[in-house]
């Protein structure tokens, strides 16, 4: 017995073998699976001859009507269907809903912010930086970083107290864990720090995730320094290790922020029908999407949009929303698995000087 026969006579009638997404809903309008397709129609058709107990059965057999919309071409396909499924999580789609692999260093929207590594973003104001590799390898690099530059690394519930509120709580407080007796925390809990003072030591942290600061490396190497001079070689060996880990940890970030860079270039795709359109990608994610300029005028007004992508200061990989996030990791895969696509991209200079570029 055909499944669902009235949507699939719809799906016939009405679907064009198209580059497009298309949405399957249940009942109540349930969202139960975003795909997507080169060609809409054949793909759409294909779940009806899915047999008993496959997903495609099941996915059908649950679907109270579908919904497509038409996109000029795979890539931006591939990304549109990426953001509905980020969005919407529906219960029937497996891929891009997993973040098993990567990890994000987290700098949280708090009083006294601590810097951690997490799995997943969430949109709670924090700042993140990523994604990174090597989970576990993150947590321990996080780590030294909080303990060189003296962030506090205790629960978030934890009271937090500057010392110029110390007019209000006369005395100060008693410190709630070794790491400020042993000088590794500024120790906000008993308000031994002010706010600036906080403040400066977490744009470090900052600073020195965007590659832009060595003073926590300098920072150790003067502590290892210090402690074979009084002759406490243990120490300074617990110490070589720290710096050790720290440079490693900031060669991946440097290589990192590097391969993210390199995603930044003009971007020309054929589309259905004509339909061809350039994508302006910097930093691994999409800027613009304008449409292949016919003429003088369509040119002309195409790259003052080039212009102003591209020339706009860009701090890099900071401040990542959770679709921005992965958008990366989807370019950086789109192109490493298609170098054929890759080697018709450009640099922005080139596709402004190009009188007609491909």
């Given at each position: ?236 060996a617990i110490l070589r290790d720290r710096l050790e880990r720290l440079r490693t940890f900031r060669d991946e970030l440097v290589a990192f922020r590097g391969r993210v860079e390199n995603l930044s270039f003009v971007y020309p795709v054929p589309g259905f029908g004509g339909d061809d359109r350039v994508y302006l990608i910097r930093h691994g994610r999409i800027r613009k999407t304008l449409t292949q300029p016919k003429g003088a005028k369509a040119r002309a007004r195409v790259a003052e949009q ?53």
């Amino acid at each position: 017995m055909t499944r669902n026969p009235t949507l699939r006579e719809h799906i016939r009638a009405m679907a064009e073998n198209r580059p497009g997404v298309y949405r399957m809903y249940g009942p109540g309008d349930e969202l139960l699976y975003v795909g997507k397709s080169v060609h809409v129609r054949t793909r759409l058709l294909s779940y009806f001859r899915a047999h008993k107990r496959e997903k495609a059965w099941e996915l059908i057999s649950t679907a109270s009507h579908v919904e497509w919309e038409y996109i000029p071409n795979e890539f931006a396909s591939l990304v549109h269907e990426m953001k509905l499924i980020q969005r919407w999580q529906p219960r029937f789609n497996v891929q891009h809903k997993r973040r098993k692999i990567f990890a994000f260093v987290k700098i949280t929207k708090e009083l006294a912010p601590r810097v951690l590594p997490v799995s997943r973003i969430a949109d709670d104001g924090a700042t993140y930086y990523g994604p990174f590799p090597r989970v576990r390898a993150l947590g321990q690099s996080l780590r030294e970083l909080s303990h060189v530059l003296g962030l506090r690394d205790c629960p978030g519930p934890t009271p937090v107290y500057f010392n110029d509120q110390l007019k209000i709580f006369r005395g100060g407080r008693p410190p709630r864990c070794i790491r400020a007796d042993l000088t590794t925390c500024l120790a906000p809990c008993c308000g031994r720090p002010n706010e600036a003072q906080y403040a400066e030591a977490v744009e470090m942290a900052q600073r020195f995730l965007e590659g832009r600061a060595d003073e926590p490396l300098g920072e150790v190497e003067e502590q290892m320094a210090a402690a074979s001079a009084r002759m406490d070689f243990e120490y300074a060996a617990i110490l070589r290790d720290r710096l050790e880990r720290l440079r490693t940890f900031r060669d991946e970030l440097v290589a990192f922020r590097g391969r993210v860079e390199n995603l930044s270039f003009v971007y020309p795709v054929p589309g259905f029908g004509g339909d061809d359109r350039v994508y302006l990608i910097r930093h691994g994610r999409i800027r613009k999407t304008l449409t292949q300029p016919k003429g003088a005028k369509a040119r002309a007004r195409v790259a003052e949009q080039v212009e102003a992508v591209f020339s706009d200061a860009d701090m890099g990989p900071g401040g990542l929303r959770p679709e921005e996030a992965a958008e990366i990791l989807l370019i950086a895969q789109w192109f490493r698995l298609r170098p054929h696509e890759r080697k018709r991209t450009m640099p922005p200079e080139r596709w402004l000087k190009e009188p007609n570029p491909a």
